[in-house]
């Protein structure tokens, strides 16, 4: 569908834009018989012009734009108008070159449809847009003049929709705006109108060609322009070859060309990427073309073709010319500069020249200068050593006064000597003696010393032979300790070999101690349930019998306890009956006489006790009459001895006992509730409440 033809005739047969509703959604068949069906009416449109006006030679399969180029110098237009109106009509404008007659000319046709009632059209859709309402309009003339129009010379009679006045139109016989048929056209009747006047054609033309030429002679002058042909090679160098193609090829038969061609000729891109060698030759093409031709006219669209191409011409030449202003004021500042530098490096050479001058003048003032130098530095040396010779004399003079007066203090000093000397000589001997008094003293205390230093020297010789020994003595001690401390160590080294072999022996027995621990915890559990199987042996229900002696004030009576086996026999006399009666056996686990004690009564309970640390419940309860003895077994009497302790207290002791001694492998928890059954109720025995608890 982007491949459609720029202009469609509707289903309805209207024409309609390249932008029409046939671009919707909807595609099928049915569009493409429209788009066939628009096609051949634009031919049929197509072939109906170039039967009015044979020049045109426009292809069947030419587009709105080529059907707009055609129609845009007003040549054809005004055919069709002088074909219905019998007024004249200056048909020379549609080669003219003048817009202000072919303006004339589209308003007179527009005018003769208006007169017409037929669909017309605004001048700017014939410039550009759609061509649609032109379309249309050309349609309907078609359709209602049709032959009439392309044909004879025809009167065509037809009635403004609306108005009674009927009005007559005439159609010019054998029209052929160009002429250049051959056809002279209606001399009498339309012949100012249709056709132009061999004269007026002429001048036309050489109007046209004289201001042509003007424009080549100037394009020739910037065609041999430096500026001109560089550019024009560079833009030859970029242009794209389709476009050459349009401009070569076709060289020297711009009339012939088809509106389409130039159509795209005109296209403002195209005409932008031409070089203007190719441009040129276009001109000259075009102005070759219309000089051979032998009326000289050149087509309207040919003509809109060829200022455009000069228009261009003329924008790149002003662009160039800009360019050369600026190049040129470029290379002014540039001069100027320049210039005054010029100026600059004469003054500075100048003045080089005198400079040197004084710089000779310098060197021979700095020449006098040194010497000068030298003489007053030799004048000054002079004064100086006269003044250091004057001054030496003064020092010598001094000096002299100075050995004067030393040889006077000198003489003065040795007699003071000399009397000082004498004073001196009688202090000396009595010093003489004090001294010769002092030294007696002192070897006194000499020889007192050497007295007592030899006693103390004899008393040190004691003391060293003592230390001496004293020394020989702890040497030997230490020898032996050395020893000693040798065997030791040997010791040390032997006990610790024999440790680490124990050690060894140790860890190895530790070992087999671990696995004999490990099989002890496999015996114990096999030895727990062999003795836990023992009580079930034994039976889950076992039941002893405990006579309790008389009670103290009850020693009179006599007991009905006949025998008491040792396998849990027991025999009960009753005095008051006879024969059989009076004596029942009785069977029970185990009979405790009144003499058994409380540890003898939990020694056969005890076992049970320690099925219960290994996870079995245990019941032990008392059953009897009042009296019978029932708390004395189980708890004990008030405030007993630990021998005296009942059941209960036994049991808990052996559990805690138990526990403790498994605490290393196993974790107890205890826990303790004491009941009591009384008249059928149970109460809570720990309660602090005492009997007022009920059990729940
Ligand atoms: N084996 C015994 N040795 C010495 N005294 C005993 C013995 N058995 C019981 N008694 C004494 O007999 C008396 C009654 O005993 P106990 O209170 O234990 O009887 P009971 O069955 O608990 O009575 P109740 O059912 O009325 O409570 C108490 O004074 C108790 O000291």
Redesign the pocket.
């Known amino acids: 569908m982007n491949s459609q033809p720029e202009g469609r005739i509707r289903e309805n047969g209207d024409f309609n834009s390249s932008n029409s509703s046939l671009y919707g959604d909807v595609v099928d068949t049915t569009l493409n018989i429209n788009i066939e069906a628009e096609d051949k009416k634009r031919a049929d449109l197509v072939e109906w012009l170039n039967g009015i006006l044979p020049d045109l030679r426009l292809p069947l399969e030419s587009s709105e734009q080529d059907i707009r180029v055609c129609l845009i110098d007003g040549a054809v237009l005004c055919c069709i108008t002088n074909r219905l109106s019998p007024r004249p009509v200056n048909e020379g404008s549609s080669y003219g070159l003048s817009s202000e007659v072919y303006m004339d000319n589209v308003k007179r046709f527009l005018a003769a449809m208006d007169e017409l009632g037929l669909p017309k059209f605004e001048l700017s859709d014939l410039e550009q847009g759609s061509m649609t309402k032109v379309l249309e309009c050309l349609w309907t003339l078609k359709q209602q003049f049709g032959s009439s129009l392309g044909g004879d010379n025809n009167l065509v009679s037809i009635s403004k929709p609306g108005s009674q006045q009927r009005k007559k139109w005439r159609v010019s016989e054998n029209e052929h705006l160009e002429g250049n048929t051959g056809s002279q056209g209606d001399a009498t009747s339309s012949g100012q109108h249709t056709t132009l006047s061999v004269e007026e054609r002429q001048k036309n033309l050489s109007d046209y060609q004289s201001k042509k030429n003007s424009s080549d002679s100037k394009f020739q002058h910037v065609l041999h322009s430096p500026v001109m042909s560089e550019s024009s090679a560079a833009l030859i160098h970029h242009v794209g070859h389709k476009f050459h193609e349009v401009f070569q090829l076709k060289q020297g038969c711009y009339a012939d060309l088809p509106p389409a061609k130039i159509s795209e000729m005109l296209k403002s891109t195209s005409l932008d990427n031409a070089p203007t060698q190719s441009l040129l030759s276009v001109v000259n093409g075009i102005l070759d073309e219309s000089i051979e031709r032998k009326n000289g006219e050149i087509p309207h669209r040919v003509a809109c073709l060829l200022r455009k191409v000069v228009q261009e011409i003329e924008r790149r030449i002003s662009t160039q010319a800009e360019h050369l202003r600026t190049q040129n004021n470029l290379y002014k500042a540039r001069e100027e500069k320049y210039k005054s530098r010029i100026r600059v490096l004469e003054t500075l050479a100048a003045g080089t020249n005198e400079k040197t001058k004084i710089v000779n003048e310098l060197q021979q003032t700095k020449t006098e200068k040194t010497k000068m130098e030298e003489r007053m530095k030799h004048e000054q040396d002079v004064l100086r050593l006269m003044k250091e010779k004057d001054l030496t004399d003064s020092e010598i003079s001094s000096l002299k006064q100075e050995l004067v007066m030393a040889k006077r203090t000198y003489e003065e000093r040795c007699l003071q000597l000399e009397s000082e000397a004498k004073g001196t000589k009688h202090d000396l001997e009595e010093r003489l003696k004090e001294l010769e008094f002092l030294l007696k003293t002192s070897q006194e205390e000499v020889k007192e010393f050497e007295a007592f230093s030899s006693s103390k020297a004899e008393n040190w010789k004691k003391k060293e032979c003592s230390y001496l020994s004293f020394i020989k003595s702890q040497f030997e001690s230490l020898q032996e300790l050395r020893v000693a401390s040798e065997s030791i160590k040997q010791e040390v080294m032997s006990t610790q070999q024999t440790y680490l072999e124990e050690f060894s022996h140790l860890g190895k027995k530790l070992k087999g101690l671990a696995d004999t621990v490990e099989n002890y915890h496999v015996v114990l559990a096999e030895n727990r349930r062999l003795y836990n199987e023992v009580q079930d042996l034994k039976g889950n229900i076992r039941v002893y019998c405990r006579i309790?002696?008389f009670?103290p004030g009850q020693n009179g009576k006599q007991t009905t306890i006949e025998y008491i086996g040792d396998n849990g026999e027991l025999a009960v006399v009753n005095p008051s009956k006879q024969g059989k009666d009076s004596c029942r056996m009785f069977k029970f686990n185990k009979v405790f006489g009144?003499t058994a004690t409380q540890a003898e009564v939990f020694l056969d309970t005890q076992p049970l006790i320690r099925s219960i640390l290994d996870g079995y419940n245990v019941c032990i309860f008392a059953y009897?009459q009042?009296?019978?003895?029932?708390?004395?077994t189980m708890t004990g009497?008030d405030a007993a001895r630990k021998e005296d302790w009942g059941v209960n207290y036994r049991a808990l002791n052996d559990l805690f006992e138990i526990s403790q001694s498994r605490k290393s492998s196993v974790s107890y928890e205890v826990g303790v509730q004491m009941v009591e059954i009384y008249n059928e109720q149970v109460r809570d025995l720990l309660s602090s409440d005492g009997s007022q608890k009920r059990y729940p």
């Open positions: 309790r002696p009670l009144p009897g009042t009296g019978s003895g029932k708390t004395y009497p």
